[in-house]
Structures are given as C-alpha cells and as structure tokens.
C-alpha cells in the first residue's frame, strides 16, 4: 500500500481536507485463453477518502503505466472507489486522484499509488515430446527467473532472462520435466 498524506488549505480555518487519501486495495487477475495462448486480464481496485470540501462534485482517477506517455483518466462521479481493468502483467502502474467541483475544475492530484500487476506463469499442453512448456508475460525493465523443485523446498534455477526491453508473452520448455515424477514450477520477477 502506498505511503498517504492529507493537504489542507492553509487558509482554510475549519482544516478541512481538501485532496483524496488514495490507496490501492486489491489487484486481481481474471484469466482468459486456451491451451496455446494465455491472456489475462488484470484489474486495480482503488479507493481514496472523500473529499469534505461541499464544492465537489466527483472524482477522477488517473492512471499510468511505467514508460508510457499515455495517460488514462477515468471519472467515477461520486464514487470513493473504483476498479480499474485491461492492465498488463508485471507493469508498474501509478494511480492518482483528483476532485472536481461542477464546473469541472480539478484539484491538485492526491498522493501517488503505486502497484506492480503480478506476473502469473502458466502450464501449458506438454510439447510433443512430452516435456513441460511454461509461459509468462515479460514486461520492460524486469528480468525473470524459472525455477523448478520436488520437494518445494529446495529450488533450481531453470532459465534466467536479460533485462526485458519490450512487453512480450514468452513460452519456456522444461527439457529436463519428463526425468522428474512431480515438478513445481515458480517464476521470480527482478
């Protein structure tokens, strides 16, 4: 959960909080797809504290993903909360909120909440030869890690990435999956 701070207008006697607390409270995955393509879609379900301010009349939540110039600006109306979906895996996303009045003038932006959607690997239809095909989704910046355990105790390392330049599903093979009787699999995000 990201840090929170109040802004209150210094001249403003009652002290009345003037800017949404926001924070993200939930990111979920709804899967979606078939044996040979995988596509999920993430949500962000994020809530802020209302405003006391009697001029507002709404709220806005913007939203951004690392490395994007794209900026989305969803309004909620009244609404203290709202669920946010079609978010990559493995992106850093930072979410804002803004309250407008009823001339549709915004406030300054509330604190910053940052989440990073959690990277989900899949098992895929073993290759014809029989071996265990995973697959992942790899975002910008972020390199991955598979491993592999019997026991899941003890972990293996399997495949380790470069550092990911571009957003792209990517599909591992297990070689090694058909010598082993039961193989766990978990993927590690740095």
């Known amino acids: 959960m990201a840090h929170t701070h109040t802004k209150t207008d210094k001249n403003n006697k009652t002290g009345r909080t ?7 409270l939930a990111v979920a995955a709804a899967w979606l797809g078939c ?22 009349a709404g709220y806005c939540i913007y939203a951004q993903a690392d490395n994007s110039t794209t900026l989305i600006r969803v309004d909620v109306g009244k609404s203290i909360k709202a669920t946010l979906d079609g978010l990559k895996e493995g992106m850093t996303y930072t979410f804002t909120v803004k309250a407008y009045n009823s001339a549709g003038a915004e406030s300054s932006a509330s604190n910053a909440a940052k989440v990073v959607v959690p990277v989900p690997l899949q098992l895929l239809d073993p290759a014809a030869n029989g071996t265990q095909r995973l697959q992942y989704p790899a975002a910008p ?21 470069g550092v990911a330049t571009t957003y792209a599903w990517t599909v591992y093979q297990d070689l090694q ?13 740095h």
């Open 18 to 24: 003037l800017l949404p607390i926001l924070a993200v």
């Open 35 to 56: 044996t040979t393509t995988a596509h999920a879609t993430q949500t962000a379900t994020v809530a802020w504290s209302a405003s006391s301010d009697p001029s507002v």
């Open 141 to 161: 910046g972020h390199s991955y890690e598979i491993q592999a355990s019997t026991d899941l105790v003890n972990w293996t390392t399997l495949s380790q990435t």
């Open 177 to 189: 999956s058909t010598a082993f009787p039961a193989r766990y699999y978990r993927l590690r995000v």
